[in-house]
Each structure stands twice: as structure tokens, then as C-alpha cells.
């Protein structure tokens, strides 16, 4: 069902102003040291692994911002599709919001 361009316009800074709330992240993934112990943030820059070692005090921290950047993926993907739905409600002649 498509939307009006007005409530597109609300989805949109509803969209905003999550992300805007989860801008404390961290890209990778919390990783095990095996049987020595100890964690790893492990992520890909240029193409090649990278790891960082975690202290063991800021583990759920470091998981808890990990989780946002899978958030804050979901939102921009939704948050593109709106504006994509709000580009063609505003582009359509003849409809209120229209061009």
C-alpha cells in the first residue's frame, strides 16, 4: 500500500532520528581466543581481516555496539527505501505533494 508523501515525510525523521540515536557502533565481529581466553574485534578493512583485542571488561560494551551497526544496516536500508517511495509519491503528477 503506498503511502502519502506526508507520511512518508514522518517515516523518514522517525528513520532520522533512530539512527541518529545508534551512532555508537562498532563494525565486525566478537570473536574467542579459544582456550587461552581473552576477545577479539575482528573486521575487514580494504578487503583484509583486521583483529583488535578486547579487554575483558569492556567485552559487552563492544557487543552491545557491534548489535547497532546491525541496527543502524536495517535502518539505512529502510531509510532508503522510503526515500525512494518518497521520491516517486512527490515526482507523480497530479497528486497532492506532486510536481
Known sequence: MASSPWHLRQKKERLAREIAANLDFLAGSVTSQGPRGGW??????????????????????????????????????ELAEVNWDLLKAESEPGKPGGR
Open 40 to 77: 577479539s574485534l575482528t573486521f575487514k578493512v580494504d578487503g583484509k581481516t583486521r583483529t583488535k583485542y578486547i579487554r575483558t571488561s569492556v567485552v559487552d560494551d563492544v557487543r552491545r555496539m557491534v548489535a547497532r551497526h546491525a541496527k543502524l544496516k536495517a535502518l539505512l536500508a
